[in-house]
């Protein structure tokens, strides 16, 4: 059994405020004695245009974004599940938002590309359009830790369960998902997303969310939560920044997926597009 923790934060457009505000809460988090910690989507930085993010995108490996996680880790003894942020391509007009995980070494050990990007039209005054700055990803991405396989995906691919069903493919166990859920879709999915994944994969859900008001007038919705693979809300957070934990146990899992073998009972497999499945 070890002991996760969710952070939640209102992220802003200073990317200074912002990383001073999450090693705030990182340090909440390990006073509290969990072992993994997760931020949310755009946890460095909630622009005020969407080419603020592509004027602050880094290199693979380098970058002062990258580095701040990296020294939080490792001073903290901890497993760091950064967010996502920008990581630069070959367009100079685009990035990848990347989730990066670093061990309690500094080392980043893992990377996954978004590859659902949220394209919609949330209400006739509320347009999002990913694409236009952001180049989507075609891994999906499984590691081992200490605690687990984990999987890592970011808040609109809580909409595709078959990204989800690849993870179970690669023997996932512990679901790690930054978002930046809108308030109207918040209002109206997000538990039931979470919750479905659990359930439907008998994983534990780490759901980080940004919750509140941004100076670049957009609402996000929080209810940031941790839950198990019953489909039970262990804990969770409803609006501002904060911190939540909940203890992890593998063995329980373990137990549940014997007693309740839904994964073997599939019947319907697929062709998915997606690579590395």
């Avoid at 367009?91 to 938002?97: D, G, Q, T, V, Y």
């Avoid at 687990?148 to 690669?170: I, K």
């Avoid at 023997?171 to 999915?189: M, N, R």
């Amino acid at each position: 059994m070890y002991r996760i923790a969710t952070i939640q934060m209102a992220s802003g457009s200073n990317v200074t405020a912002n990383l001073h505000e999450a090693a705030r809460l990182i340090s909440e988090a390990v006073d509290m004695e969990a072992k993994l910690i997760i931020l949310p989507e755009n946890f460095a930085l909630m622009a005020m245009h969407p080419t603020d993010t592509v004027n602050i995108r880094e290199k693979p490996g380098s970058g002062p974004i990258q580095d701040f996680l990296s020294q939080q880790a490792a001073r903290s003894n901890i497993w760091l599940v950064g967010g996502t942020l920008p990581i630069a391509t070959n367009n100079p007009l685009k990035f990848r938002a990347a989730c990066l995980m670093f061990d309690n070494t500094g080392e980043c050990v893992a990377r996954y590309d978004k590859i659902h990007l949220f394209d919609v039209t949330t209400t006739p005054d509320e347009h999002y359009c990913e694409s236009k700055t952001i180049e989507s990803g075609d891994q999906v991405v499984v590691v081992d830790t200490p605690y687990g396989r984990l999987g890592l995906a970011v808040c609109y691919d809580l909409r595709f369960p078959e990204l989800f069903r690849c993870m179970l493919n690669q023997g996932v166990e512990v679901l790690a998902i930054p978002s930046a859920f809108t308030a109207v879709t918040g209002k109206a999915h997000w538990e039931v997303l979470v919750r479905a994944r659990a359930i439907e994969n008998l994983c534990y859900v780490i759901a980080a969310n940004q919750g509140g008001y941004h100076v670049n007038g957009r609402e996000t919705y929080g209810d940031s939560m941790i839950i198990d693979p019953w489909g039970v809300v262990l804990t969770r957070l409803n609006r501002g920044a904060g911190v939540i934990c909940a203890d992890v146990d593998l063995k329980k899992q373990a137990n549940l997926r014997l007693r309740f073998p839904t994964h073997k009972h599939r019947k319907i497999q697929f062709e998915p597009r997606i690579v590395n499945c």
